[in-house]
């Protein structure tokens, strides 16, 4: 009986102390957790001239590279040059680098001219995992265009 306990005895020393602790863990890759998905944005003017207090009307879509049912767009802008307003779908006039919320993955702005110069101005389209696409707008006046300029 007494070498049978010092056997067990000497079985279970040497299983605790003969393993390190990491080799006991059995390691299994894990997939990536995919938060949200990249998207592409694209953009159609109808026109690049624009007569002083004319309006050009700007649509985007948004495409997704991805299922994410969770996914919120904000659209938001600033402008380098020239003096216009930008309205969104409903009419409401947006102010400069504020995110406005997107209630759908196509939508329009409308700018209106309120100088006879060049306008040049960026739209920013971001989603809640932090991808940001930005797109250029520039129109040139319509009398520098009949004045070929």
């Known amino acids: 009986m007494k070498n049978l306990f010092l056997g067990l005895v000497v079985l279970i020393t ?35 001239i624009i007569a002083k207090y004319g309006t050009q009307d700007l649509k985007f879509r948004i495409v997704p590279l991805g299922q994410e049912p969770s996914t919120t767009y904000k659209v938001s802008f600033i402008q380098f040059m ?25 939508f329009k702005l409308k700018y209106t001219s309120h100088s006879d110069t060049d306008h040049f101005f960026e739209v920013t389209v971001k989603d809640n995992f932090g991808h940001i696409k930005k797109k250029i707008v520039k129109f040139m006046p319509e009398n520098e265009v009949a004045q070929g300029k």
């Open 14 to 48: 040497l299983t605790i102390t003969g393993c390190d602790k990491n080799e006991m863990r059995i390691y299994r890759p894990e997939e990536p957790v995919v938060t949200g998905f990249d998207f592409n944005l694209t953009m159609e003017v109808g026109t690049s």
């Open 82 to 106: 020239g003096t216009g307003t930008v309205q969104g779908e409903n009419g409401d006039f947006l102010g400069q680098n504020i995110d406005y919320v997107l209630n759908d993955r196509t």
